[in-house]
């Protein structure tokens, strides 16, 4: 399936500050999920959106569904070194069509 | 525990030696897939399949096989593995379109 554009590619962040990361697709979406990934091992889970506006956090994470359908964004607040790793977004409009951002790659310094 | 597990997690094989990754899932999901991560090119999608007897390409199925005889099992099988086809490989399921994927599996083929 095509590929999301997310944003940035990369982020070096000192201990303690908050991150944003985004997604945006060209078609309308029903589902927006962000995953973090880290060296070898498989995706997990962070956060899964269902309706447009819908806010949702879990820790310090908090990651919202476009109004437009077309877009997403995640936030870290208060990062810490286990933050590190690849954090990616991924979305359809029917489940079957899952699409994938091509990661923010997240290095925290203590 | 939830969980979709991958076998083996890591291979070294050689050109033209039949090869079959396995992938089972204990959700009782519908959705299964398969998709390989290569740098730069993030995930893609080998096939998948929606229910049992019923499996679909994806992206970039040249080089695999796979069945569904089982709601719970999605098996990868590559008939005559060639270097190119060398990446780390994920299974998912999914029944909403939370998509959880197992560990990973890193295949070399020499």
């Known amino acids: 399936g095509q590929q999301l554009n997310q944003s940035p590619q990369s982020m070096f962040i000192q201990e303690g500050e908050d991150v944003s990361m985004n997604c945006t697709s060209s078609?309308?979406?029903?589902?927006w999920l962000w995953y973090k990934q880290d060296p070898g091992e498989g995706p997990v889970l962070l956060i899964a959106?269902?309706?447009?506006?819908e806010l949702t956090s879990n820790g310090r994470l908090t990651a919202q569904f476009g109004i437009t359908r077309k877009d997403s964004f995640l936030n870290i607040s208060a990062s810490i070194p286990s933050d590190v790793g690849i954090y990616f977004c991924?979305?359809?409009?029917?489940?079957?069509?899952?699409?994938f951002g091509a990661g923010t790659r997240l290095t925290v310094k203590p | 525990e939830a969980q979709v597990t991958q076998n083996p997690r890591y291979l070294i094989t050689v050109t033209g030696k039949k090869l079959t990754v396995t992938c089972s899932q204990n959700?009782?999901?519908?959705?299964m897939s398969w998709y390989r991560q290569d740098p730069g090119l993030g995930l893609r999608q080998i096939y998948y399949?929606?229910?049992?007897?019923?499996?679909d390409k994806g992206d970039v199925p040249e080089g695999y096989k796979v069945s569904r005889k089982e709601k719970r099992n999605f098996p990868l099988i590559l008939e005559s593995p060639s270097p190119n086809q060398t990446s780390l490989y994920f299974c998912?399921?999914?029944?909403?379109?939370?998509?959880?994927f197992g560990e990973g599996s890193r295949l070399t083929v020499l």
């Open positions: 959106l269902y309706k447009a506006g």
């Open positions: 991924a979305g359809h409009p029917v489940y079957y069509d899952m699409r």
């Open positions: 078609s309308i979406f029903n589902t």
């Open positions: 959700m009782n999901h519908e959705y």
């Open positions: 998912a399921s999914s029944s909403t379109g939370d998509l959880f």
């Open positions: 399949s929606m229910n049992v007897e019923v499996t």
